[in-house]
């Protein structure tokens, strides 16, 4: 297995999903759901992927306590590889911008960009198909990132089909509060119900169309508990956003402005 490969470098971008609505709880434990993702470099983390003289070396930067290196996505993607193909000999460089908590895919970025740059340095074996099993192995987001344009996502948010969605006619705002809410908090209050709505319809209008068609079922539930949620995003219309939703399981909020 190669050692000699020059380092990779990636800029790894967030998404934000448009629209959140949970169908069902699946068997599994897992629930099913409908969603878009739209990839936003509005926060970013950055990503370096090079030779090293031990097995596995992790470092990481961030202003956020992120608990155990042993536990982050990056790593566990390259024992994901490693235990198939024997990959060795890699340190990983991670400097998270990022917001970690927000419903922002951070997390999920950094595995799927890791698994990518890890693929193409040793010429791995590994169809889209089996990639996304990877990725579906790290967390329900990560297979996202590795096509990274706009999709409607149902399922896990693993069976995605592209849209063309295009929002650079628009400025988009993010705000993250300090307000950290995990996913098993977020799913706790849903009650999963059918949608009423067809994402990809529905936004082909312009965004200022989208209100009270285009909801996260988080919300409802979260912002009776956390009123600052609310808050925020009554901010962001009062900032004169066309629509503004919370991202995912939150806490990050988005707006979307005229330019």
Same mark, same amino acid.
């Given at each position: 297995m190669r050692r000699d490969f020059e380092p990779v470098e990636a800029k790894v971008n967030a998404k934000i999903n448009i629209g959140l609505q949970i169908v069902r709880k699946r068997p599994d434990g897992y629930h099913d759901l409908q969603t878009v993702f739209y990839? =936003?470099?509005?926060? =970013?983390?950055?990503?370096?992927?090079?030779?090293? *003289?031990?097995?596995? %070396?992790?470092?990481m930067e961030s202003q956020e306590d992120l608990g155990s290196n042993d536990n982050n996505l990056c790593v566990k993607a390259f024992? !994901?590889?490693?235990?198939?193909?024997g990959i060795s000999h890699v340190e990983i460089f991670l400097k998270k911008g990022i917001p970690s908590g927000a419903?922002?895919?951070?997390? @999920? %970025? /950094?595995? %799927?960009f890791t698994l990518k740059i890890l693929?193409?340095?040793?010429?791995?074996?590994?169809?889209?198909?089996?990639?996304?099993?990877?990725?579906?192995? !790290?967390?329900?987001?990560?297979?996202f990132f590795l096509l990274n344009k706009p999709v409607y996502a149902t399922?896990?948010? *693993?069976?995605? =089909?592209?849209?063309?969605? /295009? !929002?650079?006619?628009y400025r988009l +705002?993010?705000?993250?509060?300090?307000?950290?809410? @995990?996913t098993k908090e977020a799913y706790a209050g849903v009650t999963p119900r059918e949608s009423e709505v067809f994402l990809p319809e529905v936004l082909k209008k312009e965004p200022k169309e989208w209100n009270n068609r285009v909801v996260n079922d988080f919300?409802?539930?979260?912002?009776?508990?956390?009123?600052?949620?609310?808050?925020? +995003? *009554?901010? !962001?219309?009062?900032?004169? %956003?066309?629509?503004a939703s919370m991202s995912g399981s939150g806490s990050a909020f988005f707006g979307i402005f005229p330019k």
């Open positions: 990839p =936003t470099d509005f926060f =970013t983390d950055y990503l370096r992927i090079s030779p090293s *003289e031990k097995e596995i %070396a992790f470092q024992r !994901l590889l490693q235990k198939d193909f419903g922002l895919g951070g997390g @999920s %970025a /950094d595995a %799927a693929r193409d340095i040793f010429q791995l074996p590994i169809n889209q198909e089996k990639m996304i099993e990877y990725a579906l192995q !790290l967390g329900s987001d990560v297979p399922g896990r948010g *693993e069976v995605m =089909t592209p849209i063309d969605l /295009d !929002l650079s006619n +705002k993010i705000v993250k509060p300090d307000i950290h809410i @995990s919300e409802e539930p979260l912002f009776p508990k956390i009123p600052a949620l609310k808050t925020v +995003k *009554e901010g !962001l219309y009062q900032e004169g %956003a066309l629509y």
